[in-house]
């Protein structure tokens, strides 16, 4: 089970930091990720560390602005947000997968989801 938290309203250059609790499992056993989707727009990929903890990935969107990273001990993906800008707005979704390489910013190749937080940006 996967449940995020940590969203919210800040204004454009502002920070958040989004935690993704996972439960019933190991977070190393999982490729974990981070998606969003904005109103009327697709879910779209953010960022993802592989089961390893050995290697992310990040949309060229976010690259340089926002960090995910795997906390073991607490069994928890955490994203850092920061230099938000009004297009970082939406419901942001952790997912939890075993995945090869190609699929990594597939959403449908992931098969554990929580419900999303909300992080809205004003401008």
């Known amino acids: 089970q996967l449940q995020a938290s940590g969203g919210g309203l800040v204004q454009a250059g502002g920070s958040l930091r989004l935690s993704c609790v996972v439960s019933g499992e190991t977070v190393r056993r999982y490729d974990m990720a981070w998606f969003r989707q904005a109103p009327g727009k697709e879910r779209e990929f953010v960022a993802a560390?592989?089961?390893?903890?050995?290697?992310?990935y990040y949309a060229d969107s976010v690259k340089g602005r926002f960090t995910i990273s795997r906390d073991t001990t607490k069994n928890t993906v955490d994203l850092q947000l920061n230099s938000l800008k009004a297009e970082d707005t939406a419901v942001y979704y952790c997912?939890?997968?075993?995945?090869?390489?190609?699929?990594?910013?597939?959403?449908?190749?992931?098969?554990?989801w929580g419900p999303g937080t909300l992080v809205t940006v004003s401008s």
């Open positions: 560390i592989r089961w390893s903890g050995g290697t992310i």
């Open positions: 997912a939890a997968g075993r995945l090869i390489t190609s699929t990594i910013r597939s959403r449908d190749a992931y098969y554990y």
